[in-house]
């Protein structure tokens, strides 16, 4: 762990961290590394679940995205992943986790419309982030899941979060590219509610 901590201090960019301080976006300790540096560590360190959990503990930006690149998605039970969701602070945690490593999960989709319907807009982030690359890998909703997904999409589109908005309307968007039925639900769904279809 330290020398990992340490290994931050070669790819970190003050400029991108004050960049984000600026924004409001605040860690305990942010290098502002870039995510492609990330990556490359994470390559370096290959999966390991101790060290995953270790470093999601650390309030550092960092070590928190490094944690949800090096997690396993088939040891991690829903209990943790639920931990890990309570405490995540920011919109770019949240993003690279459900990018990372929660559309990965083989309880994704149970995930992605729990967290839809949450009142948390973090949560309702991550569920509309995973649900939509869940869509981009072709997987298809059933009848069921078609009508859950499309009721959350619209009350997501008429809230006050404009990053909520705009996870929901790519879900659309992806939903709708699984095929002609989809794009005609989305199309009559987005009309009813007296929205546009992008």
Not at 65 to 71: E, G, H, S, Y
């Amino acid at each position: 762990m330290k020398e990992i901590k340490q290994s931050f201090r070669q790819i970190m960019d003050g400029a991108i961290a004050a960049s984000m301080r600026s924004k409001g976006i605040d860690y305990k300790l942010n290098w502002g590394a870039s995510l492609p540096r990330l990556k490359e560590k994470a390559e370096e360190l290959g999966m390991n679940y101790e060290l995953a959990i270790a470093l999601w503990k650390e309030n550092v930006r960092e070590c928190k995205i490094l944690a949800t690149m090096i997690m396993p998605a088939d040891e991690v039970l829903p209990d943790v992943i639920d931990i890990w969701m309570e405490q995540t602070p920011t919109q770019e945690i949240a993003e690279q986790a459900a990018f990372n490593l929660y559309q990965y999960l083989p309880y994704a989709p149970v995930k992605a419309y729990t967290w839809m319907a949450s009142q948390n807009p973090l949560y309702q982030l991550c569920g509309f982030h995973i649900i939509t690359r869940l869509f981009m890998n072709r997987q298809e909703p059933n009848e069921r899941g078609i009508n859950e997904f499309i009721d959350q999409a619209i009350v997501a589109l008429q809230g006050d979060s404009i990053p909520v908005r705009k996870a929901a309307m790519a879900a659309i968007q992806r939903f709708a590219d699984l095929g002609l039925v989809y794009e005609r639900i989305a199309k009559s769904a987005l009309k009813q509610a007296n929205l546009d279809f992008l």
